[in-house]
């Protein structure tokens, strides 16, 4: 079922057409990327071999309290399709500068919103995060690829201790 969605993916934007394509699943074998896990994280990954779904957020999106947020994905919070020439390893995404190889060859913007849950968890000091986004339009010369709502996927984080003074 994964291979399938990919393959759907790349159809809708290999093809030639001018209608709008409704797919209903996004689906990547790995699971939820990041490179720092804390409210300082402003990207997630997902990633499948030579592809790659990321998710790039404002900084301070992220707190440290019980909250339920959409933000609408803009030019500081993106969510980006990505094929690669090769295999791209979890490291590129955490790079300041990403390496040269493998070479990004398709790079497709959504348009949508991003809602952010967060729940504290006083038992164990730590605070549970939900990724989800809402009404994704991918667009390019190829096509569309339209999704109403995908859960991209949650981290959980033990919260600092409060400094006294």
């Not at 409704?22 to 990547?28: A, L, P, V, Y």
């Not at 390019?140 to 859960?151: A, P, R």
């Amino acid at each position: 079922m994964k291979w399938i969605s990919l393959t759907l993916i790349l159809f809708v934007f290999g093809c030639k057409t001018s209608d709008t394509i409704i797919i209903t699943n996004i689906d990547f074998e790995d699971t939820l990327g990041y490179c720092n896990l804390d409210i300082t994280n402003t990207t997630f990954f997902k990633k499948s071999n030579n592809e790659a779904v990321i998710l790039t957020l404002s900084s301070g999106l992220l707190k440290n309290s019980s909250q339920k947020k959409s933000y609408t994905l803009s030019q500081t919070t993106k969510f980006i399709y990505r094929s690669f020439s090769d295999a791209v390893e979890s490291t590129y995404f955490c790079n300041e500068v990403p390496p040269a190889n493998p070479t990004v060859t398709n790079e497709t913007e959504a348009t949508g919103s991003l809602e952010i849950i967060s729940t504290i968890n006083e038992s164990n000091d730590s605070i549970f995060h939900q990724l989800v986004l809402k009404d994704l339009l991918f667009e390019n010369e190829g096509g569309k690829f339209i999704q109403d709502s995908l859960f991209f996927g949650s981290f959980n984080y033990k919260l600092p201790e409060e400094s006294s003074n």
